[in-house]
């Protein structure tokens, strides 16, 4: 989430200015009680440490338990009898489903080694920029309205030219689309260095098509290389919750990595560094995959024409556009106003973002755990009412309770949240869309989302943080339900 989020927006960016006067907290009455903020960031940090190993602990039992016992050790007239009676005893499986489930294996990690790599590469190169975009527009002396200017114009750029990508990747190949991913974020990058304000809108342009792709092309090829590879369908949910993983782990990298890097040459640093994962991740998808395509006979006008059509005949494509529309939206106004509120809240004292960040990808990654044992025992789209249901109490929380603890650990549910909804919902994208229309498809989905963004961050100044988190959990009480009662008549996968 680099070119289009904002990480660190400042002291006055997304709501109330900030300054050393207390806060008016309009209608909640009292200002929050004082806090221990390092203190308790800490506590957060391990605790959500301990449920990570823990959850780790726990997945890896549950696999060993599941997975078949070794036949035993029989006399040559015991395997006899067996071969007879088609039988090696109780809870042994036969020879030919142990095959079958180790193909299945060396499929999987073959295939997690084609495209995990170039993935992480990108979003790592992703995180790298992130928290720099605002950093680096002020030091270049622009003042804030012309900063809000360079999002508006990255987002309707995604919004825009990034929408028609998805037509170009179904035509003309999800692979290239990759590549071209690759190329306009190292011009991005590029513009960077020049502090004119046109080179900086044209960085925010190709960023906005940039972002689009990583977001479309890079699912679309996997989705349709696993359909081919012969993968079962229950390993799509088990790649894209390595994938969630592995993003967290990059983004908490990333942080390591570009942090020294501006401390000591400044904020333009980040943006040069992150050439190099993005040349590695172009390397690592023009030697290692092949190309696969949408539908190659329409235009790209007929299929955004199709593709909207398809939305709105097939009610679970519908459902999971809704939900990836707002669920999406909300998380990029949370990126936008989570460094103010905590500053806030934190009544005077210094936050340690570092550690706010730390705790943030902890609880990413405590969700793609949760969602592996959750689909255990229930379908990809009841986990997803129960990720929206987890979404909607972390915002309303903060209405309620404004202490600086109560803050912080309502963000790291929301992050929790995040954890689990990524898998699930490319799993059920993978499921429900068409093949031929996928990377389209995936791009409509957006549309909303980026008009929803604009929308929210051009009154958001007006906004208390409370009136944020209000508002962000009814949306996400409404799209919840929205979910749950389109989806009751339907049969989880």
């Known amino acids: 989430m680099g070119e289009e989020t904002v990480v660190q927006p400042g002291i006055q960016n997304g709501m109330e200015p900030i300054t050393g006067h207390r806060h008016p907290w309009r209608g909640l009455g009292t200002p929050p009680p004082p806090a221990n903020v390092e203190?308790?960031?800490?506590?957060?940090l391990l605790g959500l440490f301990v449920t990570l190993v823990s959850l780790a602990v726990l997945r890896r039992t549950s696999h060993s338990k599941s997975r078949p016992r070794s036949p035993p050790v029989h006399s040559s007239s015991t395997l006899a009898t067996a071969s007879t009676n088609n039988d090696l005893g109780p809870n042994v499986p036969s020879p030919s489903t142990t095959k079958h489930e180790t193909d299945q294996e060396k499929l999987f990690t073959k295939f997690a080694w084609l495209y995990l790599p170039p993935y992480f590469l990108g979003v790592f190169a992703d995180w790298m920029l992130g928290p720099y975009v605002y950093a680096i527009y002020t030091a270049y002396g622009y003042s804030m309205s012309e900063i809000g200017t360079l999002y508006v114009v990255g987002f309707i750029a995604s919004l825009s030219l990034g929408t028609l990508m998805g037509p170009f990747s179904d035509r003309y190949g999800r692979k290239t689309s990759a590549l071209i991913f690759c190329g306009v974020y190292v011009v991005s990058c590029l513009c960077k260095n020049v502090g004119s304000f046109s080179m900086l809108v044209a960085g925010r342009i190709f960023g906005g098509v940039g972002t689009s792709l990583l977001y479309t092309a890079f699912e679309s090829w996997a989705v349709y290389s696993l359909d081919e590879s012969g993968l079962e369908e229950d390993q799509k949910s088990r790649l894209f919750a390595l994938a969630t993983f592995g993003n967290a782990m990059s983004a908490v990298l990333a942080g390591l990595i570009t942090y020294p890097l501006n401390e000591e040459y400044g904020p333009v640093a980040p943006f040069n560094a992150a050439i190099i994962p993005l040349i590695l991740c172009a390397g690592c998808i023009m030697y290692g995959w092949e190309e696969n395509y949408g539908s190659r006979r329409r235009t790209m006008g007929s299929s955004l024409f199709s593709g909207v059509g398809t939305i709105f005949k097939d009610r679970r494509i519908f459902t999971v556009g809704l939900v990836s529309a707002f669920f999406e939206a909300v998380l990029y106004i949370f990126v936008f106003i989570w460094t103010p509120s905590l500053q806030?809240?934190?009544?005077?004292?210094?936050?340690?973002?570092?550690?706010?960040?730390?705790?943030?990808?902890?609880?990413?990654?405590?969700?793609?755990?949760?969602?592996?044992?959750?689909?255990?025992v229930t379908g990809v789209e009841s986990s997803l009412t129960w990720v929206l249901a987890i979404s909607a109490v972390s915002f309303a929380w903060p209405v309620w309770r404004r202490g600086y603890l109560d803050?912080?650990?309502?963000?790291?549910?929301?992050?929790?949240?995040?954890?689990?909804?990524w898998p699930a919902v490319s799993t059920l994208r993978s499921a429900c869309i068409t093949e031929e229309l996928r990377s389209t498809t995936m791009s409509l989905f957006r549309v909303p989302l980026n008009l929803f963004v604009v929308f929210s961050l051009s009154g958001i100044e007006d906004l208390t943080d409370v009136q944020v988190y209000r508002s962000c959990s009814t949306a996400m009480i409404f799209v919840a339900l929205s979910h749950y009662f389109l989806v009751t008549s339907a049969t989880d996968l």
Not at 39 to 44: E, H, K, L, Q, S
Not at 407 to 421: D, P, R
């Open 344 to 376: 806030l809240r934190a009544n005077g004292e210094d936050v340690p973002l570092g550690l706010v960040f730390a705790c943030y990808m902890l609880a990413k990654m405590c969700g793609t755990y949760a969602f592996e044992h959750l689909l255990a």
């Open 39 to 44: 203190g308790d960031t800490r506590f957060v």
């Open 407 to 421: 803050t912080l650990m309502a963000h790291c549910a929301f992050e929790f949240s995040v954890g689990m909804y």
